[in-house]
């Protein structure tokens, strides 16, 4: 990392805080997959999980330590020797590990959900940071709902945890209350009241809750803060965190008001923002800024008019900084497996032979099907095989008869299961609850049905249909996605691709106290 005073350093918690997210489960596979895309694009430190949380979460943070080499690899750990351990443990491969231990410093958190006195969180601060030094000299301490702290009380706390050995200090604004101009007073205060503070770096952690976690986080920059803590798409808890893409490319926007520089590539933001809601099911919205579908799109005459003349008018970063290529018509089904490959190294995937193998026939399926293929109906294509790796659950075959004829809908299905075929016919008040049904017959189990929602991925009557579930159980939230030219397939398969997630997603509990 540069010691230049003016670079930030981009902390991507998409894989830990972003997972927390009610829906939001990512399996091994697919956590490398965004672990990897983070790396190519020049994040500095990825935390990559909570070790202790599970079994499943100490492997992903294992095997991303082993894997990554140019990023910083993070676990958290609550300010407990077990934590600790166990995350020590888990980073241990990495070229460059660290460890992020918390603890609450508020008034209501430390009476309410630590039950503890100021003077026994200080001396858990102290503890926690000394033992996590005895494993690595990289160490970050966070103080969770920092910015509705005590000032006295926290300037200690930051004071204690640098003279113990933390090297970077986190100040998260946990339920996202901040302003920027309160929270910009926050960095101030600690910047001049704290005598050691120049032996470590600032790092902020925002939440969303009021819209305003990237104005914060911006705010707490120039305040004196080198180290952002955010998620691709602003993923995270309740309204989510500062999102990533925003943070980097208001930095790079507007340098003459903000001095600042990050060593994120920005052309990969869109691949990984695309990667990201595929994999977690959290469909981009499509006015969000910087990676949303409208985002560079200009429908109002006076701006169509005004981006002929000069783009600048109405645009104040291109579209190919943040790697979106223009969309046209591109392949049909004449089209040869090379130049299908150079398609979607331009589009952003490098994938391997198999993973090409599989693309391309459902590639030539597709073009059978449709005569004009899209740009987005690749992207489609590709983000459907991403989310169909390692299943427990695959569909088989589907039949569906339905109209004004056949009444009841009947769907017949077969699935597989475990590597053995099943098979029913099952009815319903529709062709798609006649599926699930069948889904349900097949595959036994109490998960509610919260979400199930369709959208075109292009234009035209034979556009692929992209389809999302969303499946609770007890508690736990999965989103499944698929996307296929006939709507009811689509559906099937998200709703299995859901329950793949729950499979993986019953593995896990979260710990006490789990947040910062």
């Known amino acids: 990392m540069s010691n230049d005073n003016n670079r930030i350093i981009i902390f991507d918690t998409t894989l830990r805080d972003g997972e927390q997210s009610p829906g939001a489960s990512m399996t091994l596979d697919e956590k490398l997959r965004i672990a990897e895309v983070l790396e190519e694009m020049g994040v500095d430190v990825i935390e990559a999980g909570f070790p202790i949380a599970s079994d499943g979460d ?61 003077d026994a969180v200080l001396e858990k601060v102290i503890d926690s940071v000394t033992y996590a030094r005895k494993f690595t000299d990289n160490v970050e301490w966070s103080c969770e709902d920092g910015s509705r702290s005590d000032h006295d009380f926290l300037c200690r706390c930051v004071e204690a945890a640098i003279e113990a050995g933390a090297g970077t200090i986190n100040v998260p604004d946990t339920v996202g209350y901040a302003v920027p101009d309160e929270f910009s007073a926050l960095i101030s205060m600690l910047m001049n009241r704290v005598p050691n503070i120049d032996k470590a770096i600032i790092s902020v952690h925002c939440h969303n809750d009021l819209g305003l976690a990237v104005a914060n986080s911006l705010a707490a920059v120039q305040a004196g803060a080198r180290q952002v803590e955010c998620t691709v798409n602003g993923l ?11 943070v980097v490319m208001a930095l790079k926007t507007r340098h003459d008001h903000m001095p600042f520089t ?27 800024a910087i990676v949303g ?90 983000d459907d095989q991403v989310v169909r790796s390692d299943d427990r659950v695959a569909v088989e075959s589907l039949e569906i008869k339905c109209g004004t004829v056949h009444r009841p809908p009947m769907a017949g299905l077969s699935l597989v299961v475990d590597g053995d075929v099943k098979s029913c016919e099952s009815t319903g008040d ?26 075109a991925v292009t234009q035209g009557t034979d556009a692929q249909a992209e389809v999302t579930v969303r499946l609770d159980e007890d508690g736990r939230t999965v989103n499944g996605q698929s996307a296929d030219t006939d709507t009811i397939v689509a559906s099937v398969k998200a709703y299995v691709n859901a329950l793949n997630k729950l499979l993986e997603k019953r593995k896990k509990s979260a710990p006490d106290a789990l947040s910062a």
């Open 293 to 382: 579908a409208n985002a560079f799109a200009h429908e109002s005459g006076i701006h169509q008019d005004g981006m002929l003349k000069n783009a600048q008018t109405y645009e104040i970063m291109t579209p190919e900084s943040v790697g979106l290529t223009q969309s046209k018509l591109v392949m049909g089904k004449h089209s040869g497996r090379h130049a299908f490959r150079e398609k979607l190294k331009e589009l952003g995937y490098e994938l391997g032979d198999n993973a090409v193998s599989d693309v391309f026939k459902r590639f030539k399926d597709l073009a059978d099907k449709k005569k004009d293929i899209y740009d987005e109906d690749l992207i489609a294509l590709v």
């Open 262 to 288: 990050t060593d994120i590539k920005t052309e990969g933001i869109i691949k990984a923002s695309r990667l990201v809601s595929t994999v977690t099911g959290f469909t981009v919205q499509p006015n969000k």
């Open 430 to 455: 529709g062709p798609v609850d006649a599926a699930f049904n069948a889904i349900k017959e097949l595959f036994p189990h109490s998960a509610r049905l919260q979400l199930y929602q369709v959208h």
């Open 58 to 118: 100490f492997e992903a943070v294992n095997e991303i330590a082993k894997t990554i080499k140019n990023s910083t690899i993070c676990g958290l750990a609550r300010a407990t020797h077990m934590d600790i351990d166990r995350c020590a443990e888990a980073i241990k491969p990495a070229e460059s590990g660290r460890i992020h231990t918390f603890i609450a410093t508020s008034p209501l958190h430390m009476k309410y959900k630590l039950q503890m006195e100021p």
């Open 236 to 246: 995270g808890e309740r309204a989510g965190n500062a999102a990533a893409e925003e």
